[in-house]
């Protein structure tokens, strides 16, 4: 079956294009922010404050959300040490664990430079995840710290890529694959995790979202996504596009230029996991800023 883009009403029109630079609507939400949170945004990187100013453009108060926003994400950061999540000797614990269990890799690029995320999801033996990451609050936490882990390895590769491009880059294109999903993935453990997971995290990285695949949907998904849907940002369900046939998929990637180098069947078995990338990101640049963009210091 044709792919369901699970779209809304409330998607922006003409959001703007990542390299864009900041506008100047954007650049007023930024400078008051700064008013707001201090001219250094309370140490928060360029790449996050970018995304955290668009990221609420579509809101009734733009300005609010993203000061709000900031600071959260600011506090969330200085919290769990973010800035040296990726430091082998900040590993979460268990995490050959977790890696082995639900396998995320990065496979190939598009030809805007958006890394193309793949999970294996309905692999996950689902009874020894939720024994080890489920069921109540510390566990849960490591999950999070987990999840925390690939976020922000994800975000810095975003950087190292988006200076190495010179061109500035803070989206994923990411493929679930739900081929193997059993009755044992939408059990009210794994449903909690989700809803756990789109809690913590969609305001803290928000606009990372390019567009999310989900292959090998069974029928049994359709109620698990009923269920978490309301809870994610209209703008970000826009970007879902639920598939029963991969090919689907490769289709729209012909027409983004996506090269991989793993194939969606290589994936689970070859593809390295994403802490294998963690060495390669130190040192860490700047985050790239398009030439002339007011960043409202002045």
Same mark, same amino acid.
């Given at each position: 079956?044709?792919?369901?883009?699970?779209?809304?009403?409330?998607?922006?029109?003409?959001?703007?294009?990542?390299?864009?630079?900041?506008?100047?609507?954007?650049?007023?939400?930024?400078?008051?922010?700064?008013?707001?949170?201090?001219?250094?945004?309370?140490?928060?990187?360029?790449?996050?404050?970018?995304?955290? +100013?668009?990221?609420? $453009?579509?809101?009734? *108060?733009?300005? !609010?959300? #993203?000061?709000? =926003?900031?600071?959260? /994400?600011?506090?969330?950061?200085?919290?769990?040490?973010?800035?040296?999540?990726?430091?082998?000797?900040?590993?979460?614990?268990?995490?050959?664990?977790?890696?082995?269990?639900?396998?995320?890799?990065?496979?190939?690029?598009?030809?805007?430079?958006?890394?193309?995320?793949?999970?294996?999801?309905?692999?996950?033996?689902?009874?020894?995840?939720?024994?080890?990451?489920?069921?109540?609050?510390?566990?849960?936490?490591?999950?999070?710290?987990?999840?925390?882990?690939?976020?922000?390895?994800?975000?810095?590769?975003?950087?190292?890529?988006?200076?190495?491009?010179?061109?500035? +880059?803070?989206?994923? $294109?990411?493929?679930? *694959?739900?081929? !193997?999903? #059993?009755?044992? =993935?939408?059990?009210? /453990?794994?449903?909690?995790?989700?809803?756990?997971?789109?809690?913590?995290?969609?305001?803290?990285?928000?606009?990372?979202?390019?567009?999310?695949?989900?292959?090998?949907?069974?029928?049994?998904?359709?109620?698990?996504?009923?269920?978490?849907?309301?809870?994610?940002?209209?703008?970000?369900?826009?970007?879902?596009?639920?598939?029963?046939?991969?090919?689907?998929?490769?289709?729209?990637?012909?027409?983004?230029?996506?090269?991989?180098?793993?194939?969606?069947?290589?994936?689970?078995?070859?593809?390295?996991?994403?802490?294998?990338?963690?060495?390669?990101?130190?040192?860490?640049?700047?985050?790239?800023?398009?030439?002339?963009?007011?960043?409202?210091?002045?």
């Amino acid at each position: 079956r044709r792919q369901v883009n699970q779209s809304s009403s409330m998607a922006p029109k003409t959001a703007p294009l990542e390299w864009d630079r900041l506008d100047e609507a954007e650049v007023e939400v930024l400078r008051t922010c700064r008013d707001a949170l201090g001219p250094d945004l309370l140490g928060l990187p360029d790449d996050l404050v970018t995304m955290l +100013v668009r990221g609420y $453009l579509q809101e009734k *108060d733009p300005v !609010g959300s #993203s000061i709000t =926003h900031m600071r959260e /994400t600011a506090e969330w950061r200085t919290q769990h040490a973010i800035d040296k999540a990726l430091l082998p000797e900040n590993l979460p614990e268990q995490r050959d664990d977790f890696e082995r269990m639900w396998r995320s890799s990065l496979i190939g690029e598009d030809q805007d430079g958006h890394q193309v995320l793949f999970e294996s999801v309905g692999k996950v033996p689902a009874r020894e995840f939720g024994a080890m990451f489920a069921g109540n609050p510390a566990k849960e936490e490591l999950f999070l710290a987990h999840s925390a882990f690939n976020k922000e390895l994800l975000r810095q590769r975003n950087v190292q890529r988006s200076a190495e491009l010179q061109k500035r +880059v803070y989206k994923i $294109l990411v493929v679930l *694959d739900l081929s !193997g999903l #059993s009755s044992a =993935h939408v059990s009210s /453990t794994f449903i909690t995790l989700l809803k756990t997971y789109i809690s913590r995290f969609s305001n803290i990285y928000p606009e990372s979202l390019y567009k999310l695949y989900i292959i090998n949907a069974p029928w049994l998904f359709s109620g698990t996504y009923t269920m978490i849907s309301p809870l994610i940002h209209p703008v970000t369900r826009a970007k879902i596009h639920v598939l029963t046939n991969p090919k689907y998929a490769m289709e729209d990637f012909a027409k983004m230029g996506v090269t991989l180098k793993y194939s969606f069947e290589e994936a689970y078995e070859k593809a390295p996991p994403l802490r294998a990338m963690a060495a390669n990101l130190d040192p860490l640049p700047r985050p790239f800023v398009p030439a002339g963009e007011n960043r409202a210091l002045a």
